[in-house]
């Protein structure tokens, strides 16, 4: 994303944040009879996820901003059929004007179909997928996984200095962070033949069993001298594997939230990849409206995703602060 763009966005939201927490329960009785629905629900597992959190908090102010309710639903574990239940039971109260939906795995595919049956328009941030794949999706709203892919490689690849192994490990085995993984390693072979891509392992989202499997990928291939994790909790997995192995090695990971950023300024980790989180969330409630209000929208609205480094950390520290010290209020 651009760093003033999302600046501004946040700055203009950034009063109304305090007030988020009300304005994910849903309210009995607010559409009056006849009235057209005026609420909008994001659906995503890992609801307590602290990179969720974010999204999440995006989204409902996209809502507030144009005058829709904004209901927050999803299991608080990976569970995906227990979401897409509380999802379809969301669908089934006929208060929705309009659902974005946190996918990433064909299982969501039918319940989307089902779902836009209904009239509800439906918008899929972050995770990119071809035009027509997904019947009953509107449109989706994210960066481009591959552009950041081959970014991680390059930077890497010349940390490195084009030699020994490198560990690719993923949150979970989804389309984007596949994607992701594959382009990385086939731009870094490209790039830098000497270097070693090793297959990808998944780390889930349990940070103590994350870390653990971190170490054994360590200890098992003595070469490595780099990493590259393709989810939020990444930065945190490899800065515990090397604290815990006592080894130091190039690690990239995503999203820039506090925890993380912290990690790059202290050189835990060298570099996080800007998921544009805030933007993607925020825009899926814009493009709902337009979709409300009877507009076409384009099938991928495409976001940039900034390499952040210790030399170009300062925005988004800045960002945070501000952001942080409006929730607390």
């Known amino acids: ?22 304005c994910g329960k ?68 006929g208060d929705a004007a309009g659902m974005a939906v946190w996918t990433g795995n064909p299982s969501w595919y039918s319940f989307i179909e089902k779902a836009n049956k209904t009239g509800l328009p439906i918008v899929l941030p972050h995770f990119p997928v071809a ?57 870094l072979k490209e790039l830098y033949s000497a270097v070693k891509v090793l297959p990808p392992q998944e780390e889930g989202f349990d940070a103590p069993k994350a870390i653990s499997r971190a170490v054994s990928i360590l200890q098992a291939n003595p070469d490595i001298v780099a990493a590259l994790s393709t989810t939020g909790n990444g930065a945190i997995t490899w800065a515990g594997a090397q604290r815990e192995s006592r080894r130091k090695v190039v690690a990239v990971a995503m999203d820039y939230t506090r925890v993380n950023l912290d990690l790059v300024r202290d050189g835990s980790v060298y570099a996080v990849i800007g998921q544009p989180l805030w933007d993607e969330s925020y825009g899926a409630a814009e493009l709902l409206d337009r979709l409300v209000r009877g507009e076409k929208i384009p099938w991928w609205t495409k976001l940039p995703a900034p390499f952040i480094t210790k030399e170009n950390l300062g925005p988004y520290m800045e960002l945070l602060d501000k952001f942080e010290a409006a929730i607390k209020r």
């Open 1 to 22: 994303m651009k760093t003033k763009n999302t600046l501004g966005i946040l700055l203009s939201c950034v009063c109304a944040v305090a007030m988020v927490g009300g």
């Open 131 to 187: 035009e027509g794949s997904i019947p009953g999706a509107a449109g989706v709203i994210s960066c481009d996984p591959a552009e950041y892919a081959r970014e991680a490689a390059r930077a890497i690849g010349k940390a490195i200095d084009g030699k020994g192994a490198v560990a690719v490990t993923q949150g979970g085995f989804n389309s984007t962070e596949n994607l992701v993984a594959e382009v990385f390693a086939r731009t």
């Open 26 to 93: 849903r309210s009995p009785g607010n559409n009056a009879p006849g009235e057209k629905a005026k609420k909008f629900y994001w659906v995503q597992p890992l609801k307590g996820h602290p990179v969720h959190q974010m999204t999440q908090i995006a989204f409902t102010e996209g809502c507030k901003k144009l005058g829709y309710q904004a209901e927050i639903i999803g299991a608080d574990n990976n569970d995906l059929s227990a979401t897409i239940a509380l999802a379809e039971q969301a669908v089934a109260k």
